[in-house]
């Protein structure tokens, strides 16, 4: 039954009629609280409850008889206390005389019973709230679309304001990283969603997706920080280009970090060999066709194989160079091997006796830029004289008497050392001295390639221990001055008429020549020089200003990578104290107790939530060294430990591996420990051993 | 006619017999006997002694009393002694005497304890913190145990070993990264402890403080040399070391570097150590000067050989026989450290260290350490003792050409060599504390060792107002004294002055900490009976160390001096006699 209906009862009366309005009071208050609390639960259940109860305590006041009858007053100004009387009369507050109270009543039920309740009391406050709901509920089912998915909103700005422990449980940062390998590679694309440590090929570009409750997020890569775009769908965004071993660190506000580091692996060069000839090559004229072959592999894939060619005519100082290219027919295997053939003739490649062809194959990978590989050079050589030298060196200039190769020498060796049994000695003598002649003509070509005259023994020693110590680095030199000392021994084996001796001799310097000539004899050529000594300085100094100097030996830099390190392992054990609740003793300051740790060291304040001061040391970690892998799994870990501030044993487990890995690191980049000598009684076993010496010294031993 | 006998009146008789006791009794002859004499054997329990200690005693004493003279001391006609206890004693024990054990101590039962940690006082900055851990098992074999070294509650340093046999020793080296301030306190513990109890050793705290000056080298060249030359670059390059260098490149002529001062000058006993080349134009003052700074300063002095010498004044200071070895390939010689090998071609074997050749596999022989050797196990780099410094030889004479290979070995071989002698070799005043690390109000003894031998006033304070009164010692410059521990954690400082011309003073830092952990490094008793001749056994094989006292200790054939007439028994027989003579004196009527 409606009270609108009851209002039209013939037998309503004033009573009724209040009670009838408090009802619809009371319904319509607990619909406007209710339609409110729906509004605001949008935003917070307990706000909304509280906004619920306050408008349902609110709008029942108004449910009261007083109010009630002071409303149909005011609704009925023509009453004139009507109502008032009336409802005193019922309650008995008022005496009157019975037909006076009839007609109080009468008159008063007549009159209430022309009130429009609907008027009185509208619905149009439910319906606003109703509407405002509505409203809030959109908002929020369409946040998605104007500022990140619903329940990253729900959990940041709806959720109570959360305590610490809780707000650490929660990621405020979601970090979506799609890499994007170079197209060249073929390789797919990959994402992964807070990823602990990114792996990629040089080149590839990172689309950073960041989800975020904060109005601006910042990427830092590798010491230069930008801002990330805001993108349609709420998230921010930017990409990178991965050139190096870095880190990527994400950072929303100053407790919302995350530390991601990057290991770029750089793509590697072709490699490439010449398998046809993979030789020298020396002809004394004609015009042979010769084959070649070239092999070249790559780990993403190829993109060109030739043959290049650089052509040294002339001689003395007046050489000319000429370089061109051999196209190769290729067969590729795969995208990744690939195989190169090609067929030339001496008279293709317009070589003439004296020439010189230095030739090595060279492949290019589909990286963009330069990414050429280059295999060993080799040497095809027109010489007539130079034939017999096979495989070995010698110049093939103008003298005809240093012709002879060291392979010639090998093979005349040979023959005599054969023939030494029928030879009388003195004839076994004079032969083995010719040889040992040619051996030093052939020798003293190499020492001019070097770039001046040897003639001591000792002196050549001396040169070959600077190179032992480093000085002359060029590997192409060391071994043509090998090869020169062990023909100096030869030409004195066969001075000896020790041809069996020679014969060694001369092959390791034939073995020592090939290592030379591999890859640097090119070189080597061009730079043959001779230094000149200038005889009219000797003696001319002046005796008198040679005095003592001092050296100033150079400052050396202190160990900054040590220090950072300790500094890093001092974080992580506050880290781990704060964590365990214990404080390492040996930190504290003097005359202090137990108790939480001091601000100091990276992780700053010690009363730093736990997150925020793992993630200061994360990005401490990454910043000391990018490329160091370890260092690079403590800043994963502690980053992981950051992540799990509620799960004390996912945080442990990351924190041990943190340490150890930090304390490799610095393990490494710490001097070794001095070593360890018996200290027992330093005076006490000096006399010792100065008693055995005694005792030795007097028996008598020798030294 | 023949006379009537006469016959021998008892009265008369009487009489003699008293007067021949007098007479006897007024000369007091000595007889001399032979015969097997009881020895003397001292059955000492250390106190306070247990129930077990107490039934041992007794039993030895019931089975060895008949045929020894038991006393609870040892004196000094005590032929061997028996000593029930569970540890080495404090008193001295007589070198010659004969000693047998009996360890009461309880069994070791099943598990694993900590022996020993070796630790070094200080380590330089920027260094790592090599331990030596003794760790024995006792029934684990099969299992193994992990080592884990922790610095401010950091694990730094870990190493396992695998049991073989049922009662095991193992030494671990660790090498640990200092974290947080120094002194660093190191905790050595045991991971994995089957067996361990409360109270078990299993976790030991030292301290670690750090070295704050640099090690302070000179190297001395009376010509230019290489391989002294690649050795100071390689001082040079390390920030730890402070170089001075003194090269005579010619006739008057010299290179000089820092405070490089001669050999001669006083300024030299600033340098910790003297690193030497260029060794055959050494002259015999060169020599006698590193000779005295080895003995008095007590630094180190590394020789570095870059040719054989055969003769000169440096042969004074070697007490070893070299042998040249030159090889086609460079050998690479194994280091004491374990750390990269060097590498060398020219070699001097360097033989005759000490009487008797060096075991194969060990590195050190009587006072000398060998610190590098060949694959054959000759030693090319040796160190000994030199007075109260040390001596080292190098024979690596070209390991310098090689100094690349093994990422730098030869760098960093001698870095820490060089970094070694330096830490031992004395500082003008030293400084330590026994035990390093204290508990509260625990009492600590501070040793303090001046090297200066002038005689100067010296005094100690803990803290800055509490005076530590030091007491000199019999050994020169050596000085201990007491102190109290504070009663809070924390740290405390100890500062010694020494008023002499220049002022001279030291500090240290003590650590006082409630939960310090640390193993006792007491000898066992058993080693009291190994060093005198004796045997340790059990409570349960006393009768074995009874044969053992029977077989060992002889009852003597002894002359014995005895003066039979100082027996009071005399008294009687003379008595007897005088009386009775007298009573048949009275019955004859006589007087």
Same mark, same amino acid.
């Not at chain 2, 021949?20 to 007091?28: E, F, G, L, R, T």
């Given at each position: ?41 949008? %935003? ?51 005496? /009157? ?26 619905? @149009? ?47 405020? %940062? ?155 027919? /290729? ?57 017999? @030298? ?35 000695? /003195? ?41 032992? @110590? ?92 040590? @220090? ?79 992540? &799990? /501030? ?9 924190? &041990? ?40 010294? &007097? ?5 | ?47 306070? #002694? +247990? ?82 851990? !003794? ?118 002529? *010299? ?23 260029? $060794?055959?134009?050494?002259? #015999? ?14 630094? #180190? ?16 200071? $070697?007490?070893? !026989? ?25 070699? $001097? ?26 694959? !054959?196990? +000759? ?54 504390? #026994? ?34 009164? $030091? ?107 005088? *009386? ?12």
């Amino acid at each position: 039954v409606s009270p609108d209906h009851r209002v039209r009862d013939p037998g309503w009366s004033v009573g009724d009629a209040i009670a009838s309005v408090a009802r619809r009071i009371r319904m319509l208050a607990l619909a406007e609280a209710a339609a409110w609390g729906a509004a605001l639960a949008a %935003l917070s259940p307990a706000v909304a409850v509280m906004t619920a109860v306050a408008v349902a305590v609110w709008r029942w006041r108004a449910a009261r008889r007083a109010e009630i009858i002071h409303a149909l007053e005011r609704t009925q100004p023509a009453a004139r206390n009507l109502f008032v009387t009336a409802d005193e009369v019922e309650r008995g507050v008022l005496a /009157v005389t019975p037909t006076a109270r009839e007609r109080v009543l009468a008159d008063a039920a007549a009159s209430v019973a022309t009130i429009d309740l609907q008027t009185m009391y509208p619905v @149009a406050p439910v319906m606003r709230a109703a509407m405002v709901t509505c409203v809030a509920w959109g908002l929020a089912g369409t946040a998605g679309l104007w500022r990140g998915p619903l329940h990253q909103v729900g959990s940041v700005v709806l959720s109570p304001p959360a305590s610490q422990n809780d707000g650490d449980s929660q990621p405020r %940062l979601r970090v979506n990283v799609r890499i994007q390998p170079p197209a060249y590679t073929g390789l797919e694309a990959t994402t992964s969603v807070d990823p602990g440590q990114l792996r990629t090929i040089e080149g590839a570009v990172a689309a950073v997706l960041v989800e975020s409750p904060a109005g601006r997020v910042t990427l830092e890569h590798d010491g230069a920080t930008r801002s990330l775009e805001r993108v349609a769908d709420g998230r921010f965004s930017g990409r990178i280009q991965l050139t190096k071993t870095g880190y990527l660190l994400v950072a929303a506000d100053e407790d919302a970090r995350r530390m991601i580091p990057v290991l770029v692996s750089p793509d590697a060069l072709p490699s490439v060999r010449v398998t046809t000839p993979g030789r020298d090559l020396v002809y004394g004229g004609g015009n042979p066709r010769i084959a070649f072959e070239a092999r070249a592999t790559d780990d993403f894939g190829l993109r060109s194989l030739a043959l290049r060619y650089t052509i040294v005519s002339g001689s003395g100082e007046q050489f000319d160079f000429k370089d061109g290219e051999i196209s190769l027919t /290729v067969t590729p295997a795969s995208v990744r091997d690939w195989k190169g053939t090609a067929s030339r003739s001496l008279s293709d490649l317009k070589l003439k006796d004296g020439d010189m062809l230095v030739y090595r194959a060279v492949a290019a990978d589909t990286r963009p830029g330069d990414g050429n590989g280059s295999s060993d050079a080799f040497v095809i050589e027109i010489s007539k004289l130079g034939v017999a @030298a096979g495989d070995a060196f010698t110049l093939p200039e103008e003298e005809a008497r240093y012709a002879v190769s060291q392979q010639m020498l090998i093979v005349k060796t040979e023959r005599l050392h054969q023939r030494r049994g029928a030879m009388r000695p /003195v004839e076994l003598a004079e032969a083995a001295l010719n040889l040992a002649v040619e051996q030093r003509m052939i020798r003293a070509e190499f020492v001019f390639m070097l770039g001046g005259e040897i003639q001591d023994e000792e002196v050549e020693a001396e040169q070959s221990t600077e190179l032992q @110590a480093g000085r002359l680095q060029n590997r192409g030199q060391r071994d043509v001055r090998a090869a020169t000392i062990a023909m100096s021994q030869a030409e004195k084996h066969l001075t000896g008429a020790d041809t069996a001796r020679a014969l060694i001799a001369e092959r390791a310097a034939v073995t020592a020549l090939q290592r030379a000539f591999s890859r640097e004899r090119y070189i080597l050529r061009a730079l043959a020089t001779q230094s000149q000594l200038d005889p009219t300085r000797r003696l001319t100094g002046n005796l008198s200003e040679a005095r003592d100097w001092r050296r100033s030996p150079m400052a050396v830099p202190a160990n900054r990578r040590t @220090a950072l390190l300790q500094d890093l392992l001092r974080g992580i054990a506050e880290l781990s104290g704060g964590q365990t609740g214990v404080r390492p003793e040996s930190d504290r300051g003097p005359g202090s107790d137990p108790g939480p740790s001091p601000a100091a060291g990276p992780a700053g304040a010690a009363d730093a939530p736990l997150r925020q001061r793992a993630l200061v040391l994360a990005e401490e970690a990454i910043r000391i060294d990018p490329a160091a892998a370890l260092l690079r799994q403590t800043a994963t870990e502690l980053q992981r430990v950051a992540d &799990a /501030v509620a799960d004390p044993a996912a945080r442990s487990g990351a924190l &041990a591996a943190a340490t150890t890995a930090a304390a490799s690191e610095a393990r490494r980049a710490h001097a070794e420990p001095p070593l360890g000598l018996p200290n027992v009684a330093p005076a006490l076993t000096g006399a010792f051993a100065d008693s055995l010496d005694v005792a030795r010294r &007097a028996s008598g031993r020798p030294r | 006619m023949i006379p009537p006998a006469r016959t021998l009146h008892p009265r008369v008789l009487l009489r003699v017999i008293a007067i021949a006791i007098a007479v006897a009794a007024a000369i007091d002859p000595a007889i001399t006997m032979s015969g097997a004499t009881r020895p003397r054997l001292a059955v000492v329990t250390q106190q306070p #002694a +247990s129930a077990a200690a107490e039934r041992v005693r007794a039993r030895i004493i019931q089975d060895l009393g008949p045929s020894h003279d038991i006393v609870p001391q040892v004196t000094s006609d005590t032929a061997a002694a028996i000593v029930i206890g569970d540890r080495y004693p404090d008193e001295p024990v007589p070198e010659h005497l004969l000693v047998a054990t009996v360890s009461t101590a309880a069994a070791p039962a099943t598990g694993v304890r900590l022996v020993q940690v070796d630790a070094p006082r200080d380590v330089p900055a920027a260094t790592t913190i090599h331990l030596d851990v !003794d760790v024995e098992a006792q029934g684990l074999a099969g299992r193994s145990t992990d080592v884990t070294v922790g610095i401010g509650g950091l694990e730094v340093g870990r190493a396992s070993h695998l049991w073989t046999i049922d009662r095991e020793r193992w030494r671990a080296g660790i090498d640990a990264v200092p974290v947080g301030e120094p002194p660093w306190v190191v905790r050595v513990a045991l991971a994995e402890a089957p067996g361990a109890t409360a109270g078990s050793r299993i976790v030991s705290d030292s301290v670690v403080d750090l070295r704050r000056s640099p090690f302070r080298v000179e190297v001395y060249e009376p010509r230019p040399s290489w391989a002294a030359t690649f050795v100071r670059r390689a001082l040079e390059s390390d920030a730890r070391f402070e170089v001075a260098s003194l090269s005579s490149i010619s006739r008057g002529i *010299s290179v000089r570097t820092g405070d490089g001062a001669p050999l001669s000058d006083p300024r030299l006993d600033a340098a910790d150590v003297v690193v030497v080349g260029g $060794l055959d134009r050494l002259s #015999a003052a060169d020599v006698r000067s590193l000779d005295r700074f080895m003995r008095e300063r007590g630094g #180190a002095v590394a020789l570095v050989y870059d040719m054989r010498v055969n003769a000169g004044p440096v042969r004074d200071l $070697l007490p070893i !026989d070299m042998t040249e070895r030159l090889v086609e390939r460079p050998e690479k010689l194994s280091i004491a450290s374990g750390a990269a090998p060097l590498e060398a071609s020219e070699l $001097l074997l360097l033989s005759n260290l000490l009487p008797g050749s060096l075991p194969a596999g060990a590195w050190a022989t009587g006072a000398g350490l060998v610190i590098a050797k060949t694959a !054959d196990g +000759s030693p090319v780099i040796v160190s000994m003792p030199r007075g109260g410094g040390r001596l080292l030889v190098s024979g690596a004479m070209d390991a310098w050409r090689f100094r690349a290979a093994g990422n730098n070995a030869f760098d960093r071989f001698w870095q820490a060599t060089l970094a070694g002698l330096a830490l031992a070799a004395p500082a003008p005043i030293e400084i330590s504390v #026994a035990p390093p690390l204290l508990r509260p109000f625990e009492k600590g003894e501070l040793t303090v060792r001046v090297r200066s031998r002038a005689r100067a006033p010296i005094a100690a304070s803990i803290d800055g107002d509490e005076t530590i009164r $030091l007491r000199p010692e019999p050994e020169a410059g050596l000085f201990r004294g007491q102190f109290t521990a504070r009663g809070t954690p924390g740290r405390s400082t100890i500062e010694v002055h020494l008023a002499d011309s220049a002022r001279r003073s030291a500090s240290r830092t003590v650590l006082v900490r409630s939960e310090a952990r640390r193993i006792a490094a007491q000898p066992a008793l058993s080693m009291l009976a190994s060093s005198h001749r004796g045997i340790d056994v059990t409570a349960d094989r006393v009768e074995e160390l009874e044969r053992f006292v029977r077989g060992a200790v002889t009852s003597p054939n002894a002359d014995a001096v005895r003066r039979p007439m100082r027996s009071t028994w005399w008294i009687l027989p003379l008595a007897v006699c005088l *009386s009775a003579e007298w009573w048949i004196r009275r019955r004859r009527g006589l007087r």
